[in-house]
């Protein structure tokens, strides 16, 4: 449970972080964070992707430098990685050539212990875990579950003070996240971890109020604090809980009226050439809007509660909300989605009918797509290179944000049959038809 | 723990009583020991340029002299793995030496080896005055300059390419440099670092033999070895102790696969970085007698326990995270780039200079002329190998069970020096009068063809088999076939193959294009037979010109024709 006068684990002020552009300058992605873990609470960091929430997770690890600001660890500052924090990775990252126990026995490397002191140590943190009797695995022959709770238990063997965790169960299914999750906050619960505070990134709204005594919400572009949230409920925590459902909502709320925000203020800079455009293709809109128009919807949903019906993680909603949004076949308001008369009309077009439409708004509300094509249309050879849009885009944007935005931006206009792309000679054209 | 099971079945028995296993294994590990002491006394020996031992004709001789040949190409695989470990972290750990090291290894890996091989013989000769050393040390640096390259390129590539997620890891478990080096680094380049061990081994029989025996000018060089065997065999005209070494060499390179590489390929296979379980294991008979020898367990745990503490052991040079920062970085580089661009100007104006003074620019036409006789040689016989082996490589890798029986005689044919072959090949020219011009260019080929085979056998069997049974329903038209389904599938293989060939194909040449039968000399033209003529009279600036035309030729090829189309191929098969 939060107690703002318990002793604070790590403290990060004025975090800036900045990546260098191509062009040379510098590009944002973190600016101005405050955040403290204090101990014996849970702390969750919660955001879209390109927030830069696993960034912020890294420097509080001392894995990276932040360009301007200081970490303050255990009241004194933090040079690099640090005795007492240890790291769950998304990924697992675990040694495919090293067994179960070689690889929680790594975690105890820097402590200088006699094997056999060591071997005891990993033995019973193995134990802890679960995961007796698999010693001598290798990674490549355990489940997703079985490999996660070894990289858990090569994070727990060291007594860590602070556990940072990036998105421990986001690679695993449902069930089995739902598993880990559970027998974790077991031990966190019973007191039977030495770890005094957790600091953990995820976009998994519901997983986020199932575990965090607060959480604290990043907006993006620059990453930046935008809502902090107290989850003042007893453990174990219960879904179906009407206040467990609030506290959902009110999350669902605050990230969709940073996303509409977002793309008010982007489109601002350069008549909207370099705005964003959420990763998600032409085809997964058009099924999402049939099944928004279909009861028992009726064209107006909550995203918490079409999430849930949907079985769509908040990772894949938010993209789609956004992306209908930005067309204005929907509107997002307060954690709500509601379908534009347009969006109804798309709803229960034919195929043609619908890429017609998808067409014409794609060039009223997507600047990029609308200036590519008129680039080729001016050109006699109607066709124009890649990198000439994706220059520009690189100035304002980090490289993976301007890539997955250029590649959302070719597949729509692919479905819009609004120009062609060929990736071997990395150009643009109009198909003959449409010329 | 781990114990456990073992205690309930009994197999802790084996550990009291040996058994049979225990018995090859030993014998097996102290019969290695024992050639290995024998070999290297034999290298220090005394040795005078004036009186050297005569080499014997006699089969009985062989099988001595086969194991200091293989003595030589041991020594020069240690060279080689020393060279990789410092050579590739320091590319890969300083962006300054990157900057220079990078390109040399590029380069270094572009010049004929048989080409210096005589700058190096006599500055080993030098080096140690009445010792069997110095001519030892030229063959084992001839035969490490054909292994290093491509293993220290392996490990850069392998250190750059670490997975974000280990390098983590490894930064938040605060390991030392040390630790990390043995934990994570060596292990992760494992796999890359063995295949390729695999193949400058099989490149290294080449040079073993071809840089025992020679001479430069009056220079006369003959290490007792296979190759001053076969040597002695060609001067005196005598077939059938070619034979008898062929049949040397035959066994010599098929042991060291099984009692080397095999188990060493078994081993490696842990290291494999893909999470997913494998459906071929490569399997050793030699390595499973090893795991299974309780003896040799017990013998080797105190061993493996010292190995392990060493890699534990937090050694860093510098504390980690302390890096001095005295320049600034741009100041620094400045600075640097300076050196090194004085370096090579001086470097540049010293060789003009010397070449001004002792070279004409008719030599260098000669020369160059020469290079493109040998640059067609080398195109018109690549294709001719593409064209016979791919179908037949295709042919065999889609059929599973002939790919396991057909692959080892390939890698092994690779790995066979061909120069062994030369004389049976030239005392077929000479008897049947046929002209050398034509008949000397397929020797050039010969070893390195193979690697075009066992290239596209390795593509055709690891070809998706959902791909083939697709264009079967679809019942595609054969020509269709070959070109838009197996060909495209085979390129970046086919590629891989053919670089080696034809870089294998220029280094031949040297030994190819003239080759001597008793007192007979035949001899094709073309820049190797030049580079070789050259050699014999001893005319050192004449070599260095011929060699660097070589080198220039190679790196021209490889940078128009061959890194290309190995991008191309890399970049039509991705999927995604």
């Known amino acids: 449970m939060f107690d703002a006068t318990a002793e604070p684990i790590i403290a990060l002020s004025h975090i800036d972080m900045n990546f260098t552009k191509p062009s040379g300058g510098t590009l944002p992605v973190l600016s101005g964070i405050d955040v403290t873990v204090h101990n014996g609470e849970i702390l969750g960091l919660l955001g879209r992707s390109g927030s830069g929430k696993s960034t912020l997770l890294r420097i509080a690890g001392g894995l990276i430098k932040p360009s301007a600001g200081n970490v303050v660890y255990r009241n004194a500052p933090l040079a690099g990685p640090a005795e007492g924090i240890a790291v769950v990775f998304q990924t697992f990252a675990l040694y495919p050539w090293l067994t179960v126990l070689e690889n929680v026995e790594l975690g105890l490397d820097a402590a200088k212990l006699r094997a056999d002191e060591a071997r005891r140590r990993a033995m019973s943190a193995i134990d802890l875990i679960g995961l007796d009797g698999f010693q001598s695995a290798y990674p490549r022959e355990l489940s997703g579950g079985m490999r996660q709770r070894v990289g858990f238990a090569r994070a727990l063997v060291s007594d860590p003070i602070l556990l940072l965790m990036d998105e421990p169960f986001s690679a695993l299914d449902v069930l089995t996240a739902e598993t880990l999750r559970t027998d974790f906050l077991d031990l966190w619960v019973g007191h039977q971890l030495p770890t005094k505070a957790v600091l953990m990134v995820t976009h998994n709204i519901e997983e986020a109020v199932l575990m965090c005594d607060r959480i604290v919400v990043l907006g993006a572009n620059p990453g930046h604090v935008a809502a902090e949230i107290r989850v003042p409920l007893a453990q174990p925590r219960n879904r179906l809980d009407a206040a467990f459902h609030a506290i959902v909502d009110e999350i669902y709320a605050i990230l969709t009226s940073r996303m509409t925000e977002a793309m008010g203020s982007q489109s601002q800079i350069h008549g909207g050439l370099v705005r964003q455009l959420p990763e998600v293709a032409a085809t997964r809109l058009g099924g999402f809007v049939e099944a928004l128009a279909a009861p028992p919807f009726g064209g107006r949903a909550e995203l918490a509660k079409i999430a849930r019906t949907l079985a769509l993680s908040s990772k894949r909603l938010f993209p789609i909300a956004a992306a209908l949004h930005l067309l204005e076949f929907a509107e997002l308001e307060g954690g709500t989605i509601k379908l534009t008369a347009a969006g109804r009309v798309l709803a229960q077009s034919d195929i043609d009918g619908r890429k017609r439409l998808f067409r014409q708004h794609l060039i009223r509300f997507v600047p990029l797509a609308a200036h590519i094509r008129q680039v080729l249309d001016e050109r006699e050879t109607h066709a124009a290179p890649r990198g000439r849009f994706e220059y520009e885009l690189e100035d304002h944007l980090p490289r993976r944000e301007a890539d997955r935005t250029m590649r959302t931006a070719i597949d729509w206009a692919r479905y819009a049959e609004l120009f062609t792309y060929n990736d071997r000679t990395r150009s643009f054209s109009l198909d003959r038809a449409a010329a | 723990m781990e114990q456990h099971a073992e205690v309930l079945t009994g197999a802790n028995w084996q550990q009291r009583v040996p058994g049979w296993r225990d018995l090859v294994a030993t014998l097996l590990v102290l019969g290695v020991v024992i050639l290995l002491g024998v070999g290297t006394h034999l290298m220090v020996a005394p040795f005078a340029v004036e009186h050297q031992s005569e080499i014997s004709l006699s089969p009985t001789a062989l099988p001595l002299y086969a194991l200091r040949t293989v003595m030589r190409m041991l020594a020069a695989m240690l060279a080689s793995l020393l060279f990789t470990f410092t050579y590739a972290t320091l590319a890969a750990k300083s962006r300054r030496a990157e900057m220079v090291l990078i ?208 890699a534990r052991a937090r050694l860093a040079l510098l504390p980690s995270g302390a890096t001095r920062r005295v320049l600034p970085q741009r ?22 200079q010397y070449a001004g003074s002792v070279l004409s620019w008719g030599d260098v036409r000669l020369a160059a002329g020469n290079g493109a006789l040998t640059l067609a040689r080398v195109a ?145 033209g073309g820049l190797g037979a030049y580079i070789a003529q050259k050699t014999a009279a001893g005319d050192y600036p004449h070599i260095a010109l011929g060699v660097a035309v070589m080198s220039v030729l190679v790196i021209t090829m490889n940078r128009l024709l061959w890194r290309p189309l190995y991008a191309y191929a890399e970049r039509r098969m991705r999927l995604d």
């Open chain 2, 103 to 310: 390109p040399i290894l590029d380069v270094l890996q572009s010049v004929p080896i048989l080409g210096y091989l005589s700058f190096t013989v006599a500055f080993f000769v030098a080096l140690f005055p009445g010792n069997t050393m110095g001519p030892e040390l030229a063959a084992i640096f001839a035969i490490f300059t054909s292994q290093a390259w491509n293993m220290a390129f392996s490990f850069y590539q392998s250190l750059r390419t670490i997975p974000t997620d280990l390098d983590e890891a490894s930064r938040s478990f605060r390991e030392s440099a040390w630790q990390r080096f043995w934990r994570l680094e060596v292990p992760f380049a494992m796999p890359g670092l063995i295949w390729n061990m695999m193949m400058s081994m099989s490149g290294g029989w080449f040079f073993v033999v071809a840089s025992e025996a020679i001479s430069v000018g009056d220079l006369q060089i003959a290490l007792p070895g296979v190759g001053s065997y076969v040597a002695t065999a060609i001067a005196r005209r005598d077939l059938a102790a070619v034979g008898w070494a062929i049949l040397a060499m035959t066994v010599a390179i098929v042991l060291y696969d099984q009692l080397m590489f095999r188990p060493m390929v078994a081993w490696a296979d842990k290291f494999r970085f893909e999470q997913t379980a494998a459906q071929v294991f490569p399997k050793s008979w030699a390595l499973d007698l090893f795991r299974r020898s309780g003896l040799i367990a017990r013998v080797g745990r105190p061993l493996a326990i010292a190995m392990r503490g060493g």
């Open chain 2, 380 to 524: 018109i016989l690549v294709a001719l190998a593409s064209l016979i082996w791919v179908p037949i490589g295709v042919f065999v890798g889609l059929r599973p069970e002939l790919t396991s029986r057909v692959q080892p005689v390939s890698q092994f044919l690779a790995a066979f020096p061909a120069n062994l072959l030369f004389p049976v090949a030239v005392f077929l020219i000479v008897h049947f009068r046929l002209s050398p011009g034509i008949w000397l260019c397929p020797l050039m080929i010969l070893g390195t063809q193979w690697y075009i085979l066992f290239n596209v056998i390795a593509g055709a069997s690891a070809f998706p088999s959902d791909f083939r049974e697709a264009a079967a329903s679809f019942r595609v038209r054969p020509w269709r076939w070959w070109r838009e389904i197996m060909l495209p599938g085979i390129f970046p293989y086919y590629v891989t193959g053919a670089i080696t060939a034809s870089g294998g194909a220029w280094n031949a040449s040297i030994v190819a294009e003239s080759v001597n039968w008793g007192s007979t000399n035949l001899t094709a």
């Open chain 2, 331 to 352: 100041v620094g580089d400045a600075l640097w780039l300076g050196l090194v661009a004085g370096g090579l100007i001086y470097v540049g104006w010293a060789i003009v």
